[in-house]
């Protein structure tokens, strides 16, 4: 069965397997263009009289289908999941949507400006080498659950605002809502093994390679933007570092020195991107310098890899 098949299917039986209330509601297939550029397609289930509807993604369930998951067990589970999904989706007719109301809760995001140059039309948005951040605004926490809406250029419109004020607000929101975590990659890789690491300053001290996120391990790249955070992480390290683009939500960071090998790292970037991280999330194919004296992120050219930064893996 193909994937827009599959969908329609979904969509004509799934009254089945939901309660009564259910019934008169409103199935459509709709499309959602997530950063760069990747399209989802899901249903919503609307109720009559009932704001905004939560766009559920069938991928996971066709995935499901073609491994052998047979249409009924779907079904159920589709409809199950769907109705907890709608309990906890914000009801924005019902929310104070003013900026005075929303401001506390705007974060950054980082994206590839090449790969979202038409989403990037249509929002607020500061760009830093190949890179742009954009914003969001969070409309629900639950656990590591976080719901959350794009912000536009309809909403500065609203509220009659700019951009710097926007980006001076989310910045400081990361401060509250998302602080910064550095770790040693022995710790993390211990922590995915679920092997115990007691992390010390001599093991931050004798380690090469860290980890910049946060504790939600959420939009951890958009600290590229936040100098603060790069300084105080540049005296933690004791210098300069160099910055692999992990994902939109981590970062790697390696001491820098006169034997750092950019090609091997940005080859490894590559290869981590191809094979490791799902589309939707990949950040970057380039190195990045922080350089601690004049306290500047960039980007590192060809120029500079012929000019000896050599780092052997």
């Given at each position: ?27 459509m ?15 919503t ?39 907890e ?32 140059k038409?989403l990037?039309?249509?929002?607020p ?12 605004c ?7 659950r ?38 040693t990659?022995?710790?993390i ?43 105080a ?54 190195i ?16 500079e ?9």
């Amino acid at each position: 069965m193909r994937y827009e098949e599959f969908i329609e299917e979904i969509k004509k039986h799934i009254k089945e397997y939901l309660p009564e209330e259910w019934q008169a509601a409103n199935i459509m297939s709709q499309k959602e263009t997530k950063n760069n550029g990747i399209n989802q397609y899901g249903i919503t289930i609307q109720k009559p009289g009932t704001g905004l509807a939560p766009l559920l993604s069938l991928k996971e369930y066709y995935q499901l289908h073609s491994k052998g998951a047979n249409m009924e067990y779907i079904l159920n589970k589709i409809g199950k999941e769907y109705q907890e999904a709608a309990k906890t989706a914000p009801d924005f007719e019902t929310q104070d949507l003013s900026y005075e109301n929303m401001r506390n809760r705007l974060i950054l995001c980082a994206v590839n400006t090449e790969k979202n140059k038409e989403l990037l039309s249509s929002v607020p948005h500061q760009r830093v080498e190949d890179l742009a951040i954009v914003y969001r605004c969070i409309m629900i926490e639950k656990g590591d659950r976080i719901g959350s809406v794009l912000i536009n250029n309809d909403h500065l419109r609203l509220w009659d605002i700019g951009a710097d004020v926007l980006l001076e607000h989310a910045k400081n929101n990361m401060k509250e809502m998302f602080p910064y975590e550095l770790h040693t990659m022995d710790y993390i890789m211990s922590d995915i093994m679920g092997v115990p690491f007691e992390e010390s300053r001599d093991s931050m001290e004798n380690s090469l390679m860290f980890v910049l996120s946060n504790n939600k391990k959420w939009q951890g790249a958009s600290y590229l933007f936040c100098p603060e955070v790069l300084e105080a992480v540049s005296k933690e390290l004791g210098g300069s570092f160099l910055i692999l683009p992990s994902s939109i939500h981590e970062l790697i960071l390696i001491r820098q020195s006169e034997d750092s090998n950019i090609q091997v790292l940005r080859d490894m970037v590559c290869e981590v991107n191809q094979t490791q991280v799902i589309p939707e999330e990949r950040l970057s194919n380039e190195i990045y310098q922080y350089d601690a004296e004049n306290r500047k992120m960039s980007m590192v050219s060809d120029g500079e890899i012929q000019q000896g930064m050599h780092f052997e893996m």
